[in-house]
């Protein structure tokens, strides 16, 4: 498996403002996934970041809303630009760990967002 | 793109009772994942299940590829088992791409 972490665990923001979550995984892996939990609701994939590529996006999602960046093998971030109150969610980031299962992937803590 | 139907949608047992939740889905997958979903929203694996059984405690796990489902047992259920449990899949030719289930909330009265 693989140990991941993530930053912030919960905030409360303003709406129009922007939150940066920050992912770190234990090991270096290819790819990162980042999802998004509406209340109540099952996860969807917002974009997968590969280290030195483009996030790619998933439909529905867009770079300017949920810019992200990939730096190195271990670490990435999302950033949740512009915030409204459709935007409180759980944001948790996944990653198909080596060594592991083909396509087994493992998930990150959350960060659960709230927008006033 | 693939559906992912899971059933039942809620569940309330009394500790100690068994019970079984189902996945089925709607084409050829790479990969089947269970995980749990605690109160506090952390995301639990639990078994990695393309095809076969797998067996974890008091948990274990059916997936029948052919006929694309999948079961979770839950035996002598206890109230921290409570939560959401998530079938997940990879089809075949996506790589990677994981769809979720909609999930089963379980709820284990003492």
């Known amino acids: 498996s693989a140990v991941i972490s993530q930053k912030p665990s919960r905030d409360i923001c303003q709406r129009g403002t922007s939150l940066t979550i920050q992912c770190q995984v234990d090991s270096q892996v290819t790819m990162m996934f980042w999802y998004r939990q509406q209340p109540g609701q099952s996860l969807t994939l917002i974009a997968t970041?590969?280290?030195?590529?483009?996030?790619?996006?998933e439909s529905g999602f867009v770079i300017d809303k949920f810019p992200i960046s990939r730096p190195n093998l271990t670490f990435s971030t999302l950033t949740v630009s512009n915030m409204s109150p459709e935007d409180s969610s759980i944001y948790l980031c996944?990653?198909?760990?080596?060594?592991?299962?083909?396509?087994?992937?493992?998930f990150g803590p959350g960060t659960r967002l709230t927008v006033l | 793109g693939i559906q992912v139907e899971q059933s039942p949608p809620d569940l309330i047992l009394q500790e100690g009772a068994n019970s079984t939740l189902r996945c089925n889905f709607s084409d050829s997958v790479n990969n089947l994942q269970w995980f749990h979903q605690n109160p506090w929203g952390q995301l639990i694996n639990l078994f990695y299940?393309?095809?076969g059984t797998k067996q974890n405690g008091r948990l274990s796990a059916t997936t029948v590829a052919t006929e694309r489902y999948s079961l979770l047992y839950i035996s002598s259920s206890q109230t921290t088992d409570s939560g959401v449990y998530f079938c997940a899949v990879v089809p075949r030719g996506s790589n990677y791409k994981l769809t979720f289930g909609k999930g089963t909330l379980l709820t284990v009265n003492p």
């Open positions: 299940i393309p095809s």
């Open positions: 996944s990653v198909e760990a080596p060594g592991t299962s083909y396509n087994e992937q493992f």
């Open positions: 970041a590969n280290q030195g590529s483009e996030a790619t996006y």
